[in-house]
């Protein structure tokens, strides 16, 4: 089985939910990335102190201030990461900072709809335009042969709940704006795997699954541990490769209908 073994990864929203527990995980493995670039809106606030904490027992974690919804914010932090990076390029990068309010079709706002969108898609887009050319660099100086997320890559965190066949859980949170963003959020996911092909950088749409986070946990307690959801996408990273850039996959890889 091939093993996820990138040089270096940037996680967006990674003080706490998945994103922390992605940062643990990764340090943890056999082989850890020599750079986990951590990210979040706040380093210094009271919600990144478990992030800090860890990042004090692992010198290989890089902690840096970014807000996807502040394009200042994202350019100044891709500077930070190309001088950690001495010249190297971002093996992979993983859009996972998102946001969720509960609303129903009745009682969404603009302003809600506008701000998720801002930060689920707008953000996402961001900050991959902005690491584009450390992930080109990656690409073009591995020495493997096709797309892997240990030569260059882009993971969105989506969710099925964005799939306009399944409409997950539609009877316990209809949650329109966080829909709305995860769909567009997979459109994007489609555009930069067509756009990126050329360069061997490889694009997919992730689903952690329905996981016992604070988000998760707006619609009910969820049947997967953020442990056992992490462990599971960790595996599926380690198996993609070109044949999957451009597609909607779940924790363990198979396919979600779009």
């Known amino acids: 089985m091939e093993q996820l073994n990138p040089h270096s990864i940037l996680v ?7 994103g922390l527990e992605l ?18 809106r706040d380093p210094a606030g009271p919600r990144s102190q478990d992030l800090k904490n860890l990042a004090a027992e692992h010198p290989q974690i890089v902690i840096i201030a970014l807000d996807t919804a ?10 930070k990461v190309a001088e950690c990076l001495k010249g190297a390029g971002l093996n992979l990068l ?12 009745e009682t969404e706002t603009p302003e809600n709809m506008a701000e998720t969108y801002r930060t689920n898609v707008i953000g996402s ?9 450390l992930l080109r660099k990656a690409a073009q100086e591995s020495p493997m042969k096709g797309m892997s997320c240990s030569k260059a890559a882009i993971i969105n965190i989506s969710s099925e709940a964005g799939s306009i066949t ?31 092909a050329k360069d061997e950088i490889l694009c997919i749409a992730l689903h952690p699954g ?6 998760g946990n707006k619609m009910g307690k969820g049947p997967l541990t953020m442990e056992q959801s992490l462990q599971a996408i960790l595996e599926t990273l380690g198996r993609l490769s070109e ?3 451009g597609t909607f996959v779940n924790w363990e890889g198979d396919p979600v209908p779009w």
């Not at 493995?29 to 750079?35: G, H, Q």
């Not at 887009?125 to 050319?133: C, S």
Request: hydrophobic content about 45%.
């Open 12 to 18: 967006t929203g990674s003080n706490r939910g998945l």
């Open 23 to 40: 940062v643990k995980q990764l340090v943890d493995k056999s082989n850890p990335p020599k750079w986990i670039f951590a990210t979040c």
């Open 70 to 79: 502040d394009p200042s914010s994202v350019t100044a932090a891709t500077a």
């Open 94 to 105: 993983v859009n996972n900072a998102g946001i969720a309010n509960v609303s129903s079709l």
């Open 125 to 133: 887009m961001v900050v991959a335009q902005a690491f584009l050319p």
């Open 166 to 196: 399944n409409v997950l859980l539609w009877h316990l949170s209809h949650i329109i704006a966080y829909r709305c963003s995860k769909s567009a959020l997979n459109m994007l996911s489609k555009c930069q795997s067509l756009h990126l």
């Open 210 to 215: 329905w996981v016992q986070t604070d988000m």
């Open 243 to 245: 044949e999957n850039t």
